[in-house]
């Protein structure tokens, strides 16, 4: 019989789901809407309140989807194993939530340097205007790749998933151990 693994797969999965949605949200509302605030000083505090708001949830939610994915790969380790082309989907997404969580903490880190900065003038969110300071221009110009980096990476994670998803079918378990094992007889 199959063992169920809803609880992690939930925990995975809405956790994830939270991080991409989350961080998409961010780079078209909370930096975009900043741009439309007058005067232009007051810009990056109004995204960097959103952006503090939403930490604490992003940070629950990443959470959620590691200790997910962590009992995930426990409950699977035959089949990452034993079932041709799972170990391989396995290391990738493994790659790809480094990417994602380095990313997320470096752009977090950006935040934090403008934060400091205080009521600096800027464009918006994510764009410095000839009168910013070059420190915080220059975090400004990072944070412009990072906020589509970030869902770029957790996306790429979700259809990762999608694809560990269908490993799982019957048939793919089948043709996957047949294949991992084939070779072996050959030899």
Excluded at 63 to 88: C, D, E, P
């Amino acid at each position: 019989m199959a063992q169920r693994n809803t609880i992690a797969r939930s925990l995975s999965e809405v956790g994830l789901a939270t991080w991409f949605g989350g961080s998409l949200m961010g780079a078209v509302g909370v930096n975009g809407a900043a741009a439309e605030v007058d005067p232009p000083t007051q810009r990056a505090r109004v995204a960097n309140a959103g952006w503090s708001r939403w930490t604490p949830v992003n940070l629950v939610a990443i959470g959620a989807h590691v200790v997910g994915s962590l009992m995930l790969t426990g409950a699977n380790k035959g089949r990452i194993a034993g079932q041709k082309n799972v170990a391989s989907t396995a290391i990738a997404k493994t790659a790809v939530t480094a990417g994602a969580l380095a990313a997320t903490a470096y752009a977090r880190a950006l935040g934090q340097k403008m934060m400091k900065a205080g009521d600096v003038p800027v464009e918006g969110g994510t764009d410095p205007s000839a009168q910013t300071p070059p420190d915080v221009a220059g975090a400004q110009r990072k944070l412009s790749v990072l906020q589509w980096a970030i869902p770029a990476l957790t996306g790429s994670l979700l259809v990762m998933d999608a694809l560990m998803g269908e490993q799982q079918r019957p048939q793919e378990v089948a043709t996957g151990i047949v294949g991992r094992i084939l070779p072996d007889l050959a030899a």
